[in-house]
């Protein structure tokens, strides 16, 4: 499932950004149905960055609900669906730190994850739409809830995409370029990344 995600795509605000709703940030997509804070620390958040349908280099970042944080840089030439291992570092992260990641992450995630449909269940900020199918995002986040079945058949699975600064410039596209960026600044150095931002 995690490679499919992939396919698709992958510093704290202030105060005064940071308006609050039920306990949580508000969404910059228009969720409000969201699960309480518990019901999302049990969710994995993969993020990617970099690639496309034309291959290059992507990046991955995987946090487990356990605190697991698995980071792999690969890459691949476009012309088949393979991508080489260039890079992979594994962390534990401390609970704190884990849940400021998820807290400003929860920004930007969909109302409801659904088991099917993931086209349907892809969100971009509010008032951003996609400006036609070379427009690609910066950053993807995939939310998933694993279902009870050994499959991938029951995970519930919600797609947030971060537009490149010049596809969108609306105030939720700028704060949620705000809030992921941030949210990606809190994890540990990473070889993985370092080799990423050089290919890059």
Known sequence: MFKHLAMLAAAFLCGSCTKQVDGQPDS???ATNRPSAEALSRETLYI??????????????????DGSLTITHTSSDGRTPKEVVRGRDAFRIEPDVAARFR???????????E????EKNEVRPVGCERRGPHDFGEVGVAFIKEGDDM????????LFELPQPGSCTTRAAKLARETVWGALRLLPSSRAVEGFERAS
């Open 28 to 30: 910059l997509v228009g």
């Open 103 to 113: 807290r400003l992450m929860w920004r930007v995630r969909p109302d409801l994850l």
């Open 115 to 118: 088991a099917q449909g993931l």
């Open 48 to 65: 990617t960055r970099g690639a496309n349908d034309w291959g290059g280099d992507r990046l991955s970042y995987e946090l487990r609900p």
């Open 151 to 158: 499959t991938t058949k029951d995970d519930g699975v919600a």
